[in-house]
Each structure stands twice: as C-alpha cells, then as structure tokens.
C-alpha cells in the first residue's frame, strides 16, 4: 500500500514531476508546467533536440537528459538514484501527456517501488482533444493508442474490439493510415461511424467525420500528411452481434469453423482450432483431432 501527499513532500526529496507539453500550439502550456520546468533540476525528455525547441520558447535553462524507449531500462536506475538523493525530476514526452506512448510508465512505477513521490500536471492530450470534437459518444470511452503494425495483428486486435460498446480511440502515423482504415472496414464493417483527427491544434487541424466506408474512400483520394487520431463508434448492440456469429459459427461443422477464423481473421490453424475450442467450450486435442481427422 502507498499513500502520497503530493503538496505535503519535504524540500530536500526528490519528485518525479509528469509535465504534458503541447501537442502543436505552444500557448496550450501551461503557466504551472513552465514553472516546474524552471524550477526542477533536471528534465527527461523523449527526445532533447525537440524539448529543447520549447525550453527556448519559454526561456527555460533546465538542464535534460535522453530518456526514451530505447534506453529507458538503462536510465531509470540513474534517475531513481538521482531523485533519492534529493534532485527533482521533470519527465516530459516530445508532445501531450507522459506515459502515453512513452516509457514514463515504467519509470513512474519504479518511482512508487522506492517511495518517491510522483506529481501529475495536467495538460494537452491528442486523445481527448480530439474525442470531445468528434461528434461520437465521449463516454465511455476506451483509449487504445498505436495498433500493432503487422497486418494480420491489427486486424486480430480489431476483431477483438469489434463488439466493444465504448467509443475506441487509436493514435496512426501518416504513412499507415491507409492501411488501417481499410483494415478496419474489412474487420467492423462500412457502416462503422469514425472521425479522423489530423494536425491537432496547428494551423492545418482537420476534422474528417463520416462512415468508414466513406473515410476509405477519402483516403483513396487524398494525399496523407500529418500525424493522426482515429475516433470509432462502438458497437451499439454487441450482445446482439456476438450472440447471432456465435449460433451461426456453432450449427456449422467444425472443420468449417476452423476455415472460418483462418480466413476472416488470418489466423494460423492452431490459433483457429483454439478459437473454434473456446467457442464449443471443448477441448484443443478434442477440434485439432476432428480437423486433421484424427479420429
């Protein structure tokens, strides 16, 4: 059990301060955030040559360290050891909140390991910005970020959210967008409502609201630039759907549920015959053996 007082730690103990930076506009800082900036002894930044673009803005002469995912393990001895002695920390990520699609996680559980306080700032977040703009149902909500890359991963990850009732979030890079819009069409369907959130906060911020169906069809006929947020309706009826694909899948033979998972959900026939196991509440052995059969 840990129990924190955040405005109630001696001057002489180090703390781990979470500092959101903006996520385009730089006047979203916060008065606060560039006080602690200022005033901490050290900043973990993501990505220095970035944060330091803004520590020029604002006049802050803080020294940083790298603190990112590839040399995160490797750092959060040293940063633990430099906050037990008293230094005082600022981790921040190159835009919005620390900890989303960053390390700061592991470090902030480090942190708490060896009783060092960690005190949040609020701030930007690419996520909610663009979820309150939406026009889609922003609660509940469950936040998702970076889908796998790999194209028969995505599509199991989607397959998995298809019947979720809350509105899913995901954050997509330029150059896979197209990609995963037409994953996401061909997993939940053209009628799916989704808002395509590009350039949040800067000069070219755009809202692209409509059905999936008609999103891939903008993407076709567009150049993609910037960095993106997709909002996806959720399922409104999902008892509904995954009870109807449960009765169909379950009066069809097995062999023609196992051919079933591996074509629409590119699975490998091992994870299909587990699938088709799980379905039927039967043992692996008992579908591998009728497939192969093994009987």
Not at 3 to 15: A, L, M, R, Y
Not at 100 to 108: A, E, K, N, R
Not at 218 to 227: F, P, S, Y
């Amino acid at each position: 059990m840990n129990i924190q007082h955040s405005f109630d730690v001696p001057h002489n103990e180090g703390t781990l301060y979470l500092v959101p930076t903006p996520i385009g506009n730089l006047e979203d800082m916060t008065f606060r955030a560039i006080n602690i900036l200022k005033s901490v002894n050290l900043i973990a930044s993501e990505d220095t040559r970035n944060t330091q673009k803004l520590l020029n803005h604002f006049e802050i002469e803080t020294k940083q360290i790298s603190f990112h995912e590839h040399n995160s393990q490797a750092k959060i001895p040293e940063l633990i050891e430099k906050l037990s002695t008293g230094i005082s920390i600022a981790q921040v990520s190159d835009a919005g909140m620390p900890s989303i699609s960053d390390p700061g996680h592991d470090l902030v559980k480090a942190c708490i390991d060896h009783d060092i306080p960690v005190v949040p700032l609020p701030g930007a977040n690419a996520g909610l910005t663009s979820l309150i703009a939406s026009g889609i149902a922003p609660q509940p909500f469950q936040f998702y970020g970076f889908l796998p890359r790999k194209p028969k991963e995505q599509k199991n990850v989607l397959q998995e959210l298809i019947n979720e009732p809350e509105s899913l979030i995901f954050y997509e890079a330029p150059h896979r967008l197209k990609k995963t819009l037409e994953n996401m069409l061909t997993v939940l369907g053209e009628h799916r409502k989704i808002s395509v959130c590009r350039e949040l906060t800067k000069r070219h911020e755009e809202f692209i609201r409509g059905t999936l169906g008609e999103i891939n069809d903008w993407a076709k006929e567009n150049e993609i630039r910037g960095e993106f947020v997709l909002i996806v309706e959720g399922n409104s009826n999902p008892k509904k759907a995954d009870s109807t694909l449960e009765s169909q899948l379950k009066e069809m033979p097995i062999n023609e549920q196992v051919d079933f998972f591996i074509k629409n959900n590119n699975l490998s026939v091992n994870e299909a015959i587990k699938k088709v196991a799980k379905l039927n509440d039967t043992k692996k052995q008992v579908i591998y053996n009728e497939y192969h059969d093994l009987n």
